[in-house]
């Protein structure tokens, strides 16, 4: 093999000859001094790598890989040197030179970066900046993908070192940068092959625009092999502009670059293009607060008297006229000695790890962690690293800066962990804050600020990696999480969506409408005969649930064009709406009673609709709710009309058949035992269910209250109060069953968009809505 043959017959063999223009690496030399310093395996895998190096076909990473096994970092880095510095005279036909290579290896052998000088007359022509760039204008989506697993590539362009015609650094790369580049490098989403990547990053620095020369970096981004206008390459940069004016985006010529960037306001900000990122502080890796565990910082959050202050403001960049609004505060006489402190920079001391208040002295960021609440005003720049360091400390910040871009907030939902103030409005913030945040709230607000913090800001590391998560939900939306997943702290106990496709169901499917039946076949044909006027129905399978009579003979149903199943019951139980029958094709059920003959075509079809887009909860129409009874101690089902809704009554509902076997096989304690035997609240027990697996609320649509069957018979009043009763216990006995109260009230219903508006009926989608 290439690898066993020796180095100066690989330098003699024809096959191996390199190109003319590629000058051979010495193989004789690197050979001569691994054998004299006794790295025999490396030899062996330098031999490999001399024979393929030659004819231009390798990248090294795995080959380097495999030499580090063998050898120490000291030899690997004279190795590196060695390689590095091999002549290469044909720079478009070695794939070393032209920045192939694996990025990982240039950014260890930072002392052997290669120099690309940055001559202006000779440079490429910067491209122009297009602040109209959006999704689907700018961004080349069909580089994504390729690699066929749901998960976009991103490259590295090698790391050099980029100096003007006086070969002066252009701009050294700081901490910060070398770990958003080495946080990539080490992800899922790196890749070495430009060809493949999604996304392209460049090795030049922008995090902060202070003393950045920016005709010179955008000369080097143009010189990028692959740059194209900017297309798909991403910059970051958190300190956006310079004084005397500060603009909050990146300006310099980028094309179409996308800026994940700090301090964006809603004017400049390309939505779902660009990406919002918070203003990093690197002063806390080196300090004591920055390595107090989250659970301890939690615990101290659960005792209330722990903080305190009510709000604190401890920026020294605050307006005149800002502050001369919070101070007048100070004299309003409803406020507390501790409800506001006012902080500002020590006189004659620089020193930014302290603030003061008259000849008070403060240690910051500590003195956060004794707020609960701390004011973020607009600066120089719109986004400022004390929004940082609140959330940090835990917390809740207060949000003065109108137009501010929060970080992340395409995915984050910050009204649960901020409080956001118009800029108008700052004189009264303090009686908004006491009147409108309950002590409840605040502590929820404490520990999403924590949690956030920890999840996504804490380090350089997960800032970026939180980036690229952003980026991929953007390129496979069909595989992003949802809203609910971005912002919700999961714990060993916390429930989870059962279902494997978070996403719309296809509408082509349809859905089964299963009926329940005993021996009303007026009414039951009456439901038949609507359910074949819905677009959506693909079957009707009703389940003949009375065992001493038969069903009717074929020729006595309804003529329908979809398939129309009867399945009679071994035993009369309600459980047998539920059970997964095999003529169930369709994800999509709608169990409906036999009296349920009220409905309307279009009350129908929209119902199944909107459980496309809710495919895990229960979507339906009779709305129910419970209540805690503190007399009896115990839980009540109640049936009045009320804005709150915790169960859809299986009577008319669409649900996922998944959930058929769920309470067929997994119904838990003797649940099932106990409504097969009482007749009753088998919709209850699926409610419970469905709530307990995805700790998500029922959807109640279309406004319709009244279900009951006007030919039907019903009991009188006091019937109707032990229904009422048995109901209750079932309820109480069920949360007994699951140890919770799994239910989750809402006030919530869906109706369609021009339910209520004044448009003409024959217009609109659903212009049959029913009544009440």
């Not at 496709?501 to 509408?507: G, N, R, S, V, Y």
Request: hydrophobic share 40%; glycine share 4%; proline share 7%.
């Amino acid at each position: 093999t290439p690898a066993a043959a020796p180095p100066a017959a690989a330098a003699a063999a024809p096959a191996a000859a390199p190109p003319a223009a590629v000058a051979a690496p010495p193989a004789a030399h690197i050979n001569k001094m691994t054998a004299s310093r006794g790295w025999t395996a490396a030899s062996f895998v330098l031999r490999s790598l001399l024979q393929l190096w030659s004819s231009c076909q390798f990248t090294f990473a795995r080959e380097l890989e495999f030499l580090r096994q063998f050898v120490q970092p000291p030899e690997v880095s004279q190795l590196l040197h060695l390689i590095f510095n091999c002549p290469c005279a044909g720079r478009h036909t070695c794939r070393l030179c032209t920045g192939h290579q694996d990025a990982r290896l240039s950014l260890e052998a930072s002392s052997h970066w290669q120099e690309l000088v940055v001559a202006g007359d000779s440079a490429p022509i910067p491209t122009k900046t297009r602040n109209d760039c959006h999704y689907f204008n700018c961004f080349n989506v069909y580089r994504c993908g390729r690699s066929g697993n749901q998960r976009m590539s991103v490259y590295v362009y090698p790391v050099a070192r980029y100096v003007d015609e006086d070969h002066v650094a252009i701009k050294p790369m700081s901490r910060e940068f070398f770990e958003v580049i080495d946080t990539i490098l080490n992800s899922e989403y790196y890749t070495p092959n430009p060809e493949d990547a999604c996304i392209l990053v460049p090795p030049i620095d922008t995090l902060n625009e202070n003393n950045l020369r920016k005709d010179k970096i955008a000369e080097a981004l143009a010189m990028l092999p692959h740059w194209s206008e900017g297309e798909n390459h991403l910059l970051f940069n958190m300190l956006p502009g310079t004084p005397p004016v500060f603009d909050t985006t990146l300006n310099l010529a980028r094309g179409k670059a996308l800026v994940a960037g700090g301090g964006f306001s809603s004017l400049t900000y390309r939505r779902g293009y660009d990406i919002s990122l918070p203003v990093y502080n690197p002063a806390h890796q080196n300090s004591p607060v920055g390595r107090k565990p989250i659970k301890l910082m939690v615990d101290r959050l659960t005792n209330r008297g722990s903080r305190r202050w009510f709000v604190v403001s401890s920026q020294v960049n605050i307006h005149r006229d800002y502050r001369e609004d919070l101070e007048a505060q100070l004299l309003d006489k409803k406020l507390q000695r501790d409800d506001l402190l006012i902080l500002d920079k020590c006189h004659p001391y620089t020193n930014l790890t302290v603030r003061c208040h008259g000849s008070q002295v403060f240690s910051y960021p500590q003195v956060l962690r004794e707020a609960k609440f701390c004011l973020i005003i607009r600066g120089g720049r719109l986004g400022q690293s004390a929004f940082y360091d609140a959330m940090r400390a835990g917390c809740v910040p207060v949000v003065v800066a109108d137009g501010y871009v929060l970080p992340f907030s395409e995915v984050i939902d910050w009204r649960e962990a901020t409080v956001q103030v118009f800029e108008e409005d700052l004189p009264t913030m303090m009686e908004m804050l006491k009147k409108d945040v309950s002590q409840e709230r605040l502590s929820h607000m404490q520990q999403q600020v924590l949690w956030l913090y920890e999840r996504y800001f804490s380090t350089m590391k997960d800032i970026t990696l939180t980036t690229l998560k952003v980026l991929n939900d953007r390129v496979f939306p069909a595989h992003q999480q949802s809203v609910q997943q971005w912002n919700t702290h999961l714990v060993p106990s916390a429930v989870d969506n059962p279902l494997f496709l978070p996403i719309t169901a296809p509408a082509n499917e349809g859905f089964t409408a299963v009926i329940l039946t005993y021996d009303r076949l007026e009414s039951l044909f009456q439901v038949i005969q609507t359910m074949v006027q819905v677009p959506s129905l693909s079957k009707v399978l009703v389940v003949w649930n009375n065992q001493k009579k038969a069903p009717p003979q074929a020729s006595m149903w309804p003529k329908i064009n979809v398939p129309l199943k009867v399945v009679q019951t071994r035993e009369n139980k309600l459980s047998n709406r539920f059970y997964p029958y095999e003529e169930i094709e369709t994800e999509c059920i709608l169990a409906i009673d036999d009296d349920i003959n009220m409905m309307t075509a279009d009350e129908l079809e929209f119902g199944y609709q909107v459980w496309r887009e809710f495919p895990d909860r229960i979507v339906g129409f009779p709305p129910r709710n419970v209540l805690w009874n503190n007399d009896s101690h115990s839980w009540k089902y109640d049936s009045e009309w009320t804005n709150e809704v915790s169960m859809v009554l299986t009577g008319v509902a669409f649900y996922h058949k998944y959930w058929s076997y769920v309470y067929t096989t997994q119904l838990p304690g003797n649940i099932k035992e106990w409504v097969d035997t009482n007749m009753n609240c088998e919709d209850i027990a699926m409610n419970f269910l469905v709530a307990n697996l995805t700790g998500k609320a029922p959807i109640k649509v279309t406004p319709r209250k009244k279900f009951k069957c006007g030919e039907c018979t019903s009991g009188d009043l006091s019937a109707n109060e032990a229904h009422m009763v048995e109901r209750s216990q079932c309820v109480t006995h069920f949360t007994q069953v699951f140890g919770t109260m799994p239910l989750k009230t809402v006030e919530f219903r869906a109706d369609p968009v021009l339910f209520m508006d004044n448009f003409p009926e024959k217009l609109k989608l659903y212009d049959d809505m029913g009544s009440l």
